[in-house]
Structures are given as C-alpha cells and as structure tokens.
C-alpha cells in the first residue's frame, strides 16, 4: 500500500482509499480509467456487446468503436458480453487500477474464429 495526497485536501491517503479519510471526496487518488475498443470485423456487426465493471451494467460497445469508463482505484471485474443469435459469448479479466491509471483493451477477432479481450496497456 503506498500513499499519496489527496486531490481535494492534500491530506497523505492511501493510494487504494475509496474515499478521503479528511474531506469524504470520492476516488481521492485521482480517478483511473478503463478504455475499450472493439474491432469492426468481429462477426455479430449488428449486436453490440455489453460491458460489465464488478457486475454493473456500464457501457455498450459498437463494431469500431471505443468506450471509456471512470473510475477510482481498486480492484476490478471486467466482463464483456457479446450476445449473437446463436450464442452468448462473455470476455473477462480482472485489474488492478492504481490511481490515474489507465487501462486499454481490444476486443480482436482471434485466428482460430473467436473472440478475444487482450489487454493492450
Ligand atoms: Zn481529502
């Protein structure tokens, strides 16, 4: 666990703290961000696919398009859910955002015809 100063008050905080300790401001690190692209050759053109932090519905993502979601710090389920007419396909993975952090990933369309969430920073 490291420190840092919080963005409102100043006051030294931990770097996973949810809110300040002083001033109650939320995400007091600095807010992180989770960004995701989604490649336009993905089969399923029409469908766009759903994108779930910790259970919570917060975004939907179109063929060629991109999405980025805010956050605080702290540890993260990420599931990505494409729904097709013969199938539901669900991509996760699970961050770890530090303060300011941003994370990218893709969704590609792999060699062997499926899907793949790759993490690309
Ligand atoms: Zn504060």
Known sequence: MALTTCKECSAEISDSAATCPRCGVASPGGSCSILLSRAKNLAGRLHPCEVYLDGVLRAELVPGG???????????????????????????DTLNLLPKQEARYEIRYGSWGGYKLVRVA
Do not use: Q
């Not at 991109?66 to 540890?75: F, K, R, V």
């Open 66 to 92: 991109s999405i980025g979601i805010e956050t605080g710090a702290g540890a993260f389920h990420l599931d990505v859910v494409m729904t097709l007419p013969t199938m539901t396909k669900s991509l996760t």
